[in-house]
């Protein structure tokens, strides 16, 4: 199985900019798709950026805009690139690989994911 890891977690204004890297451990060719995904005390893990192996991509509606998902396959490496940041963007961010097909359907969905990283805190403040 994949590992993941994630780096590039912080502290940030509001309003401003910052990356995210996850680098995994292998060739993701078995990969349909990688994603990242966010979780704050008391709430369930949401997505918010998925890229499948043909470069589609799908965002939540509350980061469309603002927040580009990326890959790199020569390094293995997954990006998220932040942009206009809110408060309300703190959370812990994960990297997730799927290597099952329903991903490809359900990219946004947690569960559709069967590899994650150890996560990555991103502090917003206002």
């Known amino acids: 199985q994949v590992q993941l890891v994630e780096s590039g977690g912080g502290s940030v204004q509001a309003g401003g900019s910052h990356g995210l890297s996850c680098a995994a451990s292998?060739?993701?060719?078995?990969?349909?798709?990688m994603g990242w995904f966010r979780q704050t005390p008391g709430k369930e893990r949401e997505g918010v950026a998925t890229i499948d192996s043909d470069g589609s991509t799908s965002y939540a509606d509350s980061v469309k805009g603002r927040f580009t998902i990326s890959k790199d396959n020569a390094k293995n490496t997954l990006y998220l690139h932040m942009n206009s940041l809110k408060p309300e963007d703190t959370a812990v961010y994960y990297c997730?690989?799927?290597?099952?097909?329903?991903?490809?359907?359900?990219?946004?969905?947690?569960?559709?994911?069967?590899?994650w990283g150890q996560g990555t805190q991103v502090t917003v403040s206002s």
């Open positions: 292998e060739y993701t060719y078995s990969i349909y798709c």
């Open positions: 997730a690989a799927a290597s099952t097909v329903l991903a490809v359907s359900r990219p946004l969905l947690p569960g559709s994911y069967n590899g």
